[in-house]
Every structure is written in C-alpha cells, then in structure tokens.
Nanobody
C-alpha cells in the first residue's frame, strides 16, 4: 500500500500560481503512476492530470492544459502540480492519487490522499 498526503493549497487571486505537493509513503513510489483530481462543491470529482512511473509521460485535462504542469521526484517520493494562471473556476478540493496502472481520465485509482483546498478569488 501507499499513503498520500497533499499540501500546498490555499487562497490565491485570479492569475496567480500555486504548487501542490503529494508526499507518498509505504511501498516504492516509482511503482505507481500518480494522478491529480479536483472536486468543486456540488460537482463530481474530475481528472486534472496524470504522470507515468518515470515522469516521462504526462496527460492533462483540456481545461488545465497549458496552465498546469504535473511532475514527480521519485527520489523524494513526492509528486507535484504546478498551477499557473489560476481562474476562479479552478476552485476545488484537489486530490492526488496513485495506481499501479496508467489511468488517463479515470477516477479508478487504488490510493487517494485526503485533499487540499484551492480557492481562487476573482
């Protein structure tokens, strides 16, 4: 198993930036792909981005493409989501997740963090 803890959320003005971190513990982090998801009030959880085991493969939702960058540092057992040019519609609880398979667009991940709130003011 792997345990995930997100950090880095907060309140930011539109156009600003935040960097989320996802610290993993337990089994070897490099054995898992890592995804980021978000859930706004009253909405379903949605896919944001995913990164492959080595970090070479990345995929993004159209809504964040060009603004968000997913990355990972396997030596530090940590994944990241750099969020630039934030918009009010990016406001949500952001979750990281891990799975042994590369799942693009799916929420069917085995392991989840507890989430971190991101609020973008207009």
């Amino acid at each position: 198993q792997v345990q995930l803890v997100e950090s880095g959320g907060g309140l930011v003005q539109a156009g600003g930036s935040l960097r989320l971190s996802c610290a993993a513990s337990g089994r070897t982090f490099s054995s898992y792909t890592m995804g980021w998801f978000r859930q706004a009030p009253g909405k379903e959880r949605e896919f944001v981005a995913v990164i492959g085991w080595s970090g070479q493969d990345t995929y993004y939702a159209d809504s964040v493409k060009g603004r968000f960058t997913i990355s990972r540092d396997n030596a530090k057992n940590t994944g990241y989501l750099q969020m630039n040019s934030l918009k009010p519609e990016d406001t949500a609880v952001y979750y990281c997740a891990a799975d042994s398979r590369l799942r693009i667009g799916s929420t069917r991940y085995d392991y989840w963090g507890q989430g971190t709130q991101v609020t973008v003011s207009s």
